[in-house]
C-alpha cells in the first residue's frame, strides 16, 4: 500500500503481509474507509513555528561543506529541482542509478521516502523545497506523520543526530499501519 493514499506526505509504497491464525483479515474495508487525499509536503509543513522551547535537535540542520551548501544555493537561485551532473560530485555524475540525490522537494508534492540520509544531500531529494537549506528533523518526522510531541523528550533521553535520523528514517508511518491494524482488531480475542 502506498503512503500517500493514507494521509501520509510521501509516494513511499510498503509491502505487509497480514495474517491471523484466528479469521481471514478483511484488508479492503480498513484500506477504503481510511484512505485519504494525499498531502503535500507545504500541507504537512507550512505551518510550523519555530518554538523557543522546541528541542533544538529538531530544528536545526546538519552542517554542510562549503561544496554542498554551494550546490543548494545554486538550486534555489536557478529555481532547479534537480541539479545539474556536472555541479554533482563525481561519484554521482554519470552511470549513477539515484538521479534524486542532491535534489530539492517539491512544496505542492508529496516527498519521496525518507530514509536515514535525510540530512545529507548526497543520500536523497532532501533539500528544503523554499529556504537554501536541508530539511530539519522535525520537518522530516512530520513528513513520516510523527506528531510534534512525540519528540518532546528527546533532550532528557539524550538522543544523538544519527540516531534521531535513524528512528524518522526507520519508521514505518503510523498513518500507513493503521489500516492494517484495524483490519486485524476483529480478530483479536480476550482470554
Not at 502506498?2 to 484488508?27: C, E, N
Not at 505551518?47 to 550546490?71: A, G, M, W, Y
Request: with cysteine; glycine share 6%.
Amino acid at each position: 500500500i502506498s503512503a500517500v493514499d493514507f494521509g501520509v506526505a510521501q509516494t513511499r509504497s510498503r509491502h505487509f503481509l497480514v495474517a491471523s491464525k484466528i479469521m481471514l483479515p478483511d484488508l479492503d474495508k480498513p484500506i477504503k474507509d481510511l484512505s485519504r487525499q494525499g498531502l503535500s509536503f507545504d500541507d504537512v509543513n507550512s505551518n510550523l513555528t519555530r518554538h523557543r522551547n522546541f528541542p533544538k535537535i529538531l530544528e536545526t540542520v546538519s552542517q554542510l561543506s562549503d561544496k554542498n551548501s554551494s550546490r543548494i544555493r545554486h538550486l534555489h537561485d536557478t529555481g532547479q529541482y534537480d541539479l545539474e551532473n556536472e555541479k554533482r560530485p563525481e561519484c554521482h555524475q554519470d552511470g549513477h542509478n539515484y538521479p534524486s540525490v542532491y535534489g530539492r522537494l517539491r512544496g505542492d508534492a508529496a516527498s519521496g521516502t525518507i530514509t536515514t540520509g535525510f540530512g545529507s544531500p548526497g543520500r536523497g531529494r532532501y533539500i528544503h523545497p523554499h529556504e537554501p537549506r536541508m530539511i530539519t528533523a522535525r520537518e522530516a518526522a512530520r513528513l513520516q506523520s510523527f506528531p510534534d510531541w512525540y519528540f518532546k523528550p528527546i533532550e532528557e533521553l539524550k538522543i544523538s543526530r544519527t540516531r534521531l535520523h535513524k528512528i524518522i528514517g526507520d519508521a514505518v508511518p503510523s498513518l500507513l499501519v493503521f489500516p492494517i491494524i484495524a483490519s486485524l482488531f476483529p480478530s483479536i480475542q480476550i482470554i
